[in-house]
């Protein structure tokens, strides 16, 4: 997997928007970027995925840079419920391949 | 919404017991998983399988570890003979095919206590 670099912790207002970035330098061509979150006590979630182009689903939007090096992952409205630790993985691209989580951002909400 | 589902929610053993784990994947997915997270540590990957055979397992998938899909629905983890470190949550997915690539959707995981 491409290595990923996350900040350790970040923390927001409830209501505002948060931008969680990751750092991904050695990206390759054909990477594509994942981002999953773990709420406490919970199973990981998936989040979104993106290649080039910004995405955005109910549950957030991903910013991805031109050269593709670093993207953000934007929660544009911050609940209490987002409080989690959140993943930005590149997993290999083959079918199947395995999700490598590292140490993550740790996202807290205030209310 | 489809969810992955495990059964149980919490397993208690004594060292040295069998314990069998079961997930329900995503009825249309393909690839299913088995993960693991030691308390306060990271999630960290066991074993994949795909077509009735194992894609891909990581050094922790040793010999007293097997996964099966007994029928069209459930994927089961064997312990075969537990060990107190293999006290953990055991997390289960499935991966679907969406726009170019395969997310991974998992279950709310057991946690397994061996005493």
């Known amino acids: 997997d491409a290595k990923t670099t996350q900040p350790n912790s970040m923390e927001s207002n409830e209501e505002e928007p948060v931008h969680l970035p990751c750092n991904h330098s050695t990206i390759s061509g054909t990477d594509y970027i994942h981002w999953y979150r773990q709420l406490p006590s919970q199973g990981p979630e998936y989040v979104i995925h993106?290649?080039?182009s910004n995405v955005n689903n109910r549950m957030a939007s991903l910013a991805i840079a031109e050269d593709r090096k670093s993207s953000t992952l934007i929660l544009h409205r911050a609940t209490l419920r987002d409080a989690a630790v959140y993943y930005c993985?590149?997993?290999?691209?083959?079918?199947?391949?395995?999700?490598?989580f590292g140490e993550g951002t740790q996202l807290t909400v205030n209310p | 919404e489809p969810e992955v589902t495990q059964t149980p929610s919490h397993q208690v053993t004594q060292m040295g017991q069998e314990v069998i784990l079961r997930c329900v994947p995503i009825?249309?997915?393909?690839?299913f998983y088995w993960y693991r997270q030691i308390l306060g540590q990271k999630v960290e990957f066991l074993v994949s399988f795909y077509n009735n055979e194992i894609s891909e397992k990581s050094e922790i998938f040793d010999d007293q570890f097997s996964v099966e899909r007994p029928d069209g629905s459930n994927f089961t983890l064997k312990i075969r003979s537990t060990k107190l470190e293999d006290s953990a949550m055991y997390f289960c997915a499935s991966s679907g095919f969406d726009r170019g690539t395969w997310s991974q959707y998992f279950g709310p995981g057991t946690r397994l206590t061996v005493l």
């Open positions: 993985i590149l997993p290999r691209e083959t079918s199947g391949s395995r999700l490598t």
């Open positions: 009825s249309n997915h393909l690839y």
């Open positions: 993106g290649l080039t």
